[in-house]
């Protein structure tokens, strides 16, 4: 372990708490400031997300996420109570999950939090799930790994949004046998505004995010240069990815079942659901 890791690790220690039974929690004012966001509001959004995922793995909210009200000092001799969550370790690898990873220090709070042991336990729980369910924890994944292939990306030299939109569209014409984006968004019947990977079902998910990951792999194992051997990668990688499906007998991803909900609305479904059933706000000392 590197000594910037090292230190940075000590941080997330440093904030951690011991309630009275010896269970470890963290509060997530303080993990936003280690996590540097900068506002309450978006932080809150990412505590959201998190409380989405862990309902989709059939896990209790109320286990991980406790509501708190805490007094914070708002000028001279004034002060307020603000919401405030005691987290559980799991509960705080959720949210280092939905950060960007491309910042150092989520990235080393993604693996302080035991991405592993979290892999593994979705991998024990995912077979157990609804579609729904498996759904939404797959597309959490391909949306963090996006993020990362989108910096492997750069780091090859594409740099506009052009660039970026013309390697998209070698990704998926490789495992879509030459379909572009728009000729997919067509096949699927989506308006306009609808995203692709929001109406895939969680087998379609799934060869992206293997595309994904094996190309922004290979990106960086080969420190690939230039937007046209960028390209060339991701629609290898992609074609593989087809070949793959096709070696072992799998439907082509274009051929499988467009699902009627999108991943937004199961989101908000579920998000709203949480919500019809509020927690009782425990007071802090």
């Not at 709070?109 to 924890?137: M, P, W």
Request: charged share 30%; hydrophobic share 35%; aromatic share 8%.
């Amino acid at each position: 372990m590197g000594e910037l890791q090292a230190q940075e690790y000590k941080t997330f220690e440093a904030i951690k708490h011991t309630d009275e039974d010896g269970m470890e929690f963290w509060y997530a004012r303080e993990l936003m400031r280690v996590l540097e966001y900068r506002n309450w509001q978006n932080f809150d959004r990412a505590i959201e997300r998190a409380m989405i995922a862990c309902n989709a793995s059939k896990i209790p909210v109320q286990d991980h996420f406790t509501e708190v009200s805490k007094s914070i000092i708002t000028g001279k001799n004034t002060s307020k109570n603000v919401l405030d969550y005691k987290l559980s370790r799991y509960a705080c690898y959720l949210i280092v999950q939905n950060g960007d990873p491309r910042k150092n220090v989520i990235a080393l709070g993604q693996t302080y939090f035991a991405i592993q042991t979290r892999r593994q336990e979705v991998a024990d729980y995912f077979n157990q799930l609804d579609e729904d369910s498996k759904r939404l924890i797959v597309r959490g994944d391909v949306r963090h790994w996006n993020l990362m292939l989108a910096a492997a990306a750069h780091k090859a030299g594409l740099v506009s949004d052009e660039e970026y939109a013309v390697f998209q569209n070698a990704g998926y014409k490789g495992l879509y046998g030459g379909m572009t984006v728009v000729d997919i968004h067509k096949r699927k019947g989506l308006n306009k505004a609808d995203k692709i990977l929001d109406y895939m079902g969680s087998e379609e998910l799934a060869a992206n995010l293997f595309r994904i990951t094996q190309t922004e792999s290979k990106l960086n194992r080969e420190k690939v240069q230039g937007a046209e051997a960028a390209n060339a990668t991701h629609f290898f990688v992609g074609s593989e990815v087809r070949q793959a499906i096709k070696n072992i007998g799998g439907t082509m991803p274009e051929e499988l079942e467009v699902p009627e909900e999108s991943i937004s609305e199961i989101e908000r479904r579920q998000l709203a659901e949480l919500k019809e059933h509020p927690r009782c706000l425990m007071l802090d000392e």
